[in-house]
């Protein structure tokens, strides 16, 4: 943590949900089976997750009004192109509404219940609104604002989604200076809030493996605040904070 870094100094914590709170590669993985089960070649789970990466930001790019659950039965079928596996539609689009079934990190739920009593909590996420809402199930919190790529018209690491952010948060009066960033994904979130001058805290949920997993790689390294290897880590440096004060 940088010295002069305090997580107590602000009012709002701004999240990336997938990746961050639920364990989207997890579900991906599951979700991909119908496909992976029938292709011939030896895949490895971080390969299935590159290959989804790829597919997935370039569609992000190139369609950025397509809300996600329909953007992912592309990218099943980009797959499914690639590892010369024929598939239908149908299969494609199932794996689109497979969002819900992702399973939350298992601190995620009582670290944001805990959050909750200190700092306004909102989301910032590359997902459809109906997949939210459901993913929120899991999560057990109810945020004080959601932004949504559905909502924005555009996926992050576009700069559109985090200058959204920030106008309608200070419709809230929450202004930037008042925000940490906290998210998993250098290249969905570090990246761009460097750019545009947040606070950032990253959740290194992937310490203990190589790569960047279902995120593409984002070229020069991002600088962030702090670092976590988890939201439970998180929970206890805002408390020994607070004892400590």
């Not at 459901?134 to 200058?163: C, H, M, W």
């Amino acid at each position: 943590m940088k010295r002069d870094m305090q997580l107590t100094k602000y009012k709002a914590l701004t999240f990336d949900v997938f990746g961050t709170l639920i364990d989207w590669e997890t579900g991906m993985v599951n979700g991909l089976k119908p496909l992976t089960n029938k292709v011939s070649q030896s895949l490895s789970r971080d390969d299935i997750l590159e290959a989804h990466a790829f597919y997935e930001s370039s569609t992000q790019s190139q369609t950025p009004a397509k809300i996600y659950s329909q953007l992912l039965a592309t990218v099943y079928k980009r797959l499914a192109e690639e590892w010369d596996v024929p598939v239908d539609w149908a299969e494609c689009l199932a794996y689109g509404k497979s969002v819900p079934d992702w399973p939350a990190f298992e601190d995620s739920a009582s670290a944001l219940q805990y959050l909750k009593r200190y700092f306004k909590l909102v989301v910032l996420s590359n997902v459809d609104n109906a997949s939210f809402a459901q993913s929120n199930q899991k999560l057990q919190v109810d945020f004080d604002a959601v932004y949504t790529a559905e909502d924005i018209g555009s996926y992050k690491p576009s700069q559109r989604n985090f200058e959204y952010m920030l106008a309608n948060l200070k419709r809230l009066d929450i202004e930037k200076g008042d925000i940490l960033h906290t998210a998993e994904s250098m290249f969905h979130d570090h990246a761009p809030a460097n750019i545009c001058g947040l606070d950032n805290c990253w959740i290194y949920r992937r310490h203990d493996k190589e790569g960047f997993g279902a995120t593409l790689h984002p070229g020069d390294m991002p600088s962030y605040g702090v670092m976590f290897k988890s939201m439970a880590d998180l929970v206890k440096a805002h408390q020994a904070e607070l004892e400590s004060a």
